[in-house]
Nanobody
Framework: VQLVESGGGLVQAGGSLRLSCAAS????????MGWYRQAPGKEREVVAL????????KYADSVRGRFTISRDNAKNTMYLQMNSLKPEDTAVYYC??????????WGQGTLVTVSA
């Protein structure tokens, strides 16, 4: 299984970015997908989760209302639309997937830098 992220980069505060995570295998083998991030000198933290059987995704308080997580099962791809970005959103963002089993996988990470 491979998770391949893309879409990171440098953006000014107030701007937007969309991250993508393309997963191999069948989308129906995945129970949960999510985005995590790790800022320099800090622990990795959950940003947003989308779980089969749940209508509403979960968001960290710090991003709720600004970020939107979504999945396209036909493409087996997950997205994170990030709006109103702040300098404190600067981090390496990781894609995470839990396949039924369970089997847990991480992407390689993509850097998001928000300048003031």
């Amino acid at each position: 299984v491979q998770l391949v992220e893309s879409g990171g980069g440098l953006v000014q505060a107030g701007g937007s970015l969309r991250l993508s995570c393309a997963a191999s295998g069948s989308a129906f083998s995945i129970n949960e997908m999510g985005w995590y991030r790790q800022a320099p000198g800090k622990e990795r933290e959950v940003v947003a989760l989308i779980t089969n059987g749940r209508v509403t995704p979960k968001y960290a308080d710090s991003v709720r209302g600004r970020f939107t997580i979504s999945r396209d099962n036909a493409k087996n791809t997950m997205y994170l639309q990030m709006n109103s970005l702040k300098p404190e959103d600067t981090a390496v963002y990781y894609c995470h997937a839990i396949y039924y089993g369970p089997f847990i996988y991480w992407g390689q990470g993509t850097l998001v830098t928000v300048s003031a």
